[in-house]
């Protein structure tokens, strides 16, 4: 039985979760490295929440668009650049980028500091991509741009190639 039908058969409130500050799954990839502090497992799979850092004049992955999820990030520190579809925007600490499905975009820290972000998945899809890109480094491949389109196919994610009208989750 899963804990969510525990929980409703026994009438308990469901568990809250608390991740202290060395808590939660850390993801290395590259220069980045994500602390994933909520995967989905704990919210029936509406919200998933992480923690990344990125090194100076770290590039982000190749553009891309989300068929079934929205993406949310919320700059903690240092300034991170989000590229959507031909549009650059700088986003200093204190700022909250909110993509939709569909909508091409990506990112990276331009800067001479490292740069904090606080990124939501709702749905949770797309931590499981995080952990499949570190399991082709952990298992002595390379990360090429194939390797990740392969791993973006398996969520519902594209590469941003062409203009997409409304989510593309068709094409995903």
């Known amino acids: 039985m899963s804990e969510e039908a525990k929980t409703s058969v026994s009438g308990a409130a469901p568990a809250v979760s608390v991740v202290g500050p060395g808590d939660g799954e850390t993801i290395v990839l590259g220069t980045t490295r994500m602390r994933v502090l909520e995967d989905g497992s704990r919210t029936g799979h509406r919200l ?8 100076p004049h770290t590039q982000g992955p190749p553009q891309h668009r989300h068929g079934l999820h929205d993406e949310g990030f919320y700059v903690l520190s240092g300034t991170v650049r989000f590229t959507v579809g031909d549009q650059d925007h700088d986003a200093a ?3 909250f ?6 909508v091409p975009h990506t990112f990276a820290n331009v800067g001479d500091r490292p740069a904090v972000m606080l990124s939501t998945f709702t749905p949770d899809l797309y931590v499981q991509y995080f952990r499949d890109l570190q399991e082709v480094l952990a298992g002595g491949r390379p990360l090429t741009p194939q390797a990740g389109i392969d791993a ?3 969520y519902a994610t594209e590469p941003a190639t062409g203009p997409c009208a409304g989510p593309c ?4």
Do not use: F, K, W
Not at 169 to 172: G, I, T
């Open 48 to 55: 998933a929440i992480a923690e990344s850092v990125l090194a």
């Open 93 to 95: 600490a204190g700022t």
């Open 97 to 102: 980028v909110l993509v939709p499905p569909g």
């Open 152 to 154: 973006m196919g398996r």
């Open 169 to 172: 989750a068709d094409s995903a």
